[in-house]
């Protein structure tokens, strides 16, 4: 074994290191690795929790939201204790409890064309675990247009979607999928232990990107049916007039 890794970490991450497709070097790829999840909500909370599990080295976490009792229905990342605080501070101290070997990055502001650049550059992939369509369209552009991939997720109720968008020839963007924003519905509510499958499907798959592994939902949207029990798979198209990946863009 490589000098590296304390024995600590060496035994922290003994499963993971188990692995024919991860071992130590795919461990020291994680460890090497700076991840941005746009929110710390449902979503975010799982999403946080495994990425930090698993040894991701460095992490930044954008949410401009102080925690309320009403999201501890499925935010995991809080707790009755949190309330009233910031969710970037509640989460900071959820995840150095769990692994203190991650390197935290707080933003506690809200995504705008003007800030979003400055926030998200130094990463190396981005997830969006947020929950409006304006800030996912902003994530998604910018993303795009720089170049870097990001895996998307979305829950409502008892339905969850997942997608992988990567810039590349033939990849279709997020505007391929949903050119606007679709037009403001009356608030739903979401179980808990959707946003958490969604969550940690959302970590799974950038996990096992930053081991440089291809995505089928590069080209796919995921769709689970929590109530169900279903997921199904969604072929995603180029689509030629669009107007962030089409001709000439």
Not at 103 to 128: F, K, M, P, S
């Amino acid at each position: 074994m490589s000098l590296d890794f304390s024995p600590e970490e060496l035994f922290r991450y003994s499963r993971n290191l188990m692995l024919p497709e991860v071992g130590e070097a795919g461990q020291q790829r994680w460890r090497a690795a700076r991840v941005a999840v746009v929110g710390a909500g449902g979503i975010g909370s799982a999403a946080l929790y495994y990425l930090a599990a698993a040894g991701v080295g460095q992490i930044s976490i954008i949410d401009s939201d102080g925690v309320e009792a009403s999201n501890l229905q499925r935010q995991i990342l809080h707790n009755i204790h949190d309330l009233g605080r910031r969710k970037v501070e509640s989460a900071w101290e959820t995840l150095t409890a769990l692994n203190p070997h991650c390197r935290l990055q707080l933003h506690d502001t809200r995504l705008d064309a003007a800030n979003i650049r400055d926030i998200l550059i130094e990463n190396d992939l981005v997830l969006d675990a947020s929950d409006n369509f304006e800030t996912r369209l902003l994530v998604a552009d910018y993303c795009w247009r720089d170049q870097k991939t990001l895996v998307s997720a979305a829950v409502g109720g008892f339905q969850g979607l997942l997608l992988v968008l990567e810039p590349g020839p033939g990849n279709p963007c997020y505007r391929c999928l949903l050119p606007q924003p679709p037009l403001p519905a009356p608030e739903e509510g979401i179980l808990g232990a959707v946003a958490g499958v969604l969550g940690c499907l959302q970590a799974l798959e950038a996990l096992k990107l930053l081991l440089g592994r291809k995505s089928p939902l590069t080209r796919q949207l995921l769709s689970y049916d929590g109530l169900q029990g279903r997921f199904r798979q969604v072929q995603r198209v180029k689509q030629p007039d669009c107007p962030l990946c089409g001709p000439g863009k």
